[in-house]
T-cell receptor, first 112, second 114 residues
Framework: KQEVTQIPAALSVPEGENLVLNCSFTDSAIYNLQWFRQDPGKGLTSLLLIQSSQREQTSGRLNASLDKSSGRSTLYIAASQPGDSATYLCAVYTSGTYKYIFGTGTRLKVLA | DAGVIQSPRHEVTEMGQEVTLRCKPISGHDYLFWYRQTMMRGLELLIYFNNNVPIDDSGMPEDRFSAKMPNASFSTLKIQPSEPRDSAVYFC????????????FGPGTRLTVT
């Protein structure tokens, strides 16, 4: 059974800092991995999708990497801004389950 | 495009009452998903449809929950009778390419059952 863990559960950093969010999963037979952002009282917004054949994806200040063999993905945020404050969730689509399994998220606060 | 639309945004009801949540997917998206988010269990897939047909309902917690998609632009999730443990945020999402690809989420319905 796929389990997705995100550590830390919460993170507070000063504006301008580069930071890394971690996601680990137990079953390496994944098809895709997505990083989402969730703002309070709102739905999820997909930030990056990495296919199993890829090692990383980039969008603006965001870079997500995937290491299937070690069961890990990281989301790198460069030059963080207060507007980046949100909960970030990682979701793994496993070949056997045919659905995304979500981590519990990392709640990020960027201080001005 | 207006994105995925859900109604109501908030619902407060008493135990035993019927609750109906509504969703309008993004036009042209053939896949529609219903999720539930709670503090204890996180975000879980309840059911998803492809071309209005339910494909996987293994996440539906019990017979009190039912979902329908009568046409490509409308879906409902019904709980009858509702219980306090059903209190959660229910999200609808849609996708153009399939369940493993990018999904677009609605703002959610916060359900409170007293």
């Amino acid at each position: 059974k796929q389990e997705v863990t995100q550590i830390p559960a919460a993170l507070s950093v000063p504006e301008g800092e580069n930071l890394v969010l971690n996601c680990s999963f137990t079953d390496s037979a994944i098809y895709n991995l997505q990083w989402f952002r969730q703002d309070p009282g709102k739905g999820l917004t997909s930030l990056l999708l990495i296919q199993s054949s890829q090692r990383e994806q980039t969008s603006g200040r965001l870079n997500a990497s995937l290491d299937k063999s070690s069961g890990r993905s990281t989301l790198y945020i460069a030059a963080s801004q207060p507007g980046d404050s949100a909960t970030y969730l990682c979701a793994v689509y496993t070949s056997g389950t045919y659905k995304y399994i979500f981590g519990t998220g990392t709640r990020l606060k960027v201080l001005a | 495009d207006a994105g995925v639309i859900q109604s109501p945004r908030h619902e407060v009801t008493e135990m035993g009452q019927e609750v109906t949540l509504r969703c309008k997917p993004i036009s042209g998206h053939d896949y529609l998903f219903w999720y539930r988010q709670t503090m204890m269990r996180g975000l879980e897939l309840l059911i998803y449809f492809n071309n209005n047909v339910p494909i996987d309902d293994s996440g539906m917690p019990e017979d009190r929950f039912s979902a329908k998609m009568p046409n490509a632009s409308f879906s409902t999730l019904k709980i009858q009778p509702s219980e306090p443990r059903d209190s959660a945020v229910y999200f609808c999402a849609s996708s153009l390419e399939g369940p493993s690809y990018e999904q677009y989420f609605g703002p959610g319905t916060r359900l409170t059952v007293t």
